[in-house]
C-alpha cells in the first residue's frame, strides 16, 4: 500500500472501530468492545505506517 491509502484504511479503521466500542458499550456486549478497541488500534498502526512513509520518502527526495 502506498502512504496515502495507508491513512486512509488507518483512519477508516479507526472510525470503525471507535463505533464497535460505541456499540458494544451500549448494548453490554464486551466481545464487541474488544474487537471495536483491535480495529483501532489497527487503524492507528496503519496511520502511522502510512505517515511513517511520507517522512521517508521525503528524506530520500531531500538526498
Known sequence: ?????????GKANEIAGKVKQGVGKATD???LRAEGAAQETKGKIQSTTGKAKDAVKDAVDRA
Open 1 to 9: 500500500m502506498g502512504s496515502t491509502s495507508d491513512k486512509v484504511a
Open 29 to 31: 456486549n464486551d466481545s
